[in-house]
T-cell receptor, first 111, second 115 residues
Framework: RKEVEQDPGPFNVPEGATVAFNCTYS??????FFWYRQDCRKEPKLLMS???SGNEDGRFTAQLNRASQYISLLIRDSKLSDSATYLC????????????FGAGTRLAVHP | EAGVVQSPRYKIIEKKQPVAFWCNPI?????LYWYRQNLGQGPELLIR????????DSQLPKDRFSAERLKGVDSTLKIQPAELGDSAVYLC?????????????FGSGTRLTVV
């Protein structure tokens, strides 16, 4: 298994839809994870941190399943402005001092 | 609070020429990272600094890439000579410290095109 794997998408959804992305990881010792958002030709920006079982922030919910080694990001009531690439980030197997970025899942929200 | 500042924003050079990128991290952030992002991929770590010490440079192509972080603040990444395959976005990031739970703040990146 790769250190981190994501479905590249794209996910094309209408406004108001609920969409979920999954990310699998190989390092079973990982304890904290992150979702970053990257707009086209921009830098990645931290969206959410994920510890223990999950985290919720407004329309965004991140969940962690340690047994199956995946994390998910759920976006409810999608907005046009949610269109971006979502990067799953996990600690390196060699230690917690390096984060490994997935290739990202592209989301396109249309009217 | 100023974010991570990188320059230049864009750079176009001919192959075999040298190029340098500069990064100023967020004030007080001890850990600095240089990442490279190819089109359609996630960022990949090149080098990590703890203050002025390079503690992880295992993925830095040392035959042509070099980096320094003088006085534990600003950092410079250099490529000499550049190759066509070096075309990518070079991202600098900083964090308060390395370790679980500390996300990174990225600069806007330098988009390098080697022709």
């Amino acid at each position: 298994r790769k250190e981190v794997e994501q479905d590249p998408g794209p996910f094309n959804v209408p406004e108001g839809a609920t969409v979920a992305f999954n990310c699998t990881y190989s390092n079973s010792a990982s304890q904290s994870f992150f979702w970053y958002r990257q707009d086209c030709r921009k830098e990645p920006k931290l969206l959410m941190s994920v510890y223990s079982s999950g985290n919720e922030d407004g329309r965004f919910t991140a969940q962690l399943n340690r047994a199956s080694q995946y994390i998910s990001l759920l976006i409810r009531d999608s907005k046009l402005s949610d269109s971006a690439t979502y990067l799953c980030v996990v600690p390196s197997p060699g230690g917690y001092n390096k984060l490994i970025f997935g290739a990202g899942t592209r989301l396109a929200v249309h009217p | 609070e100023a974010g991570v500042v990188q320059s230049p924003r864009y750079k176009i050079i001919e192959k075999k020429q040298p190029v340098a990128f500069w990064c100023n991290p967020i004030s007080g952030h001890n850990t600095l990272y240089w990442y490279r992002q190819n089109l359609g991929q996630g960022p990949e770590l090149l080098i990590r600094y703890e203050n002025e010490e390079a503690v992880d440079d295992s993925q830095l192509p040392k035959d042509r890439f070099s980096a320094e972080r003088l006085k534990g603040v600003d950092s410079t990444l250099k490529i000499q000579p550049a190759e066509l395959g070096d075309s990518a976005v070079y991202l600098c990031a900083s964090s308060l410290m390395a370790g679980q739970g500390y996300g990174y703040t990225f600069g806007s990146g330098t988009r390098l095109t080697v022709v």
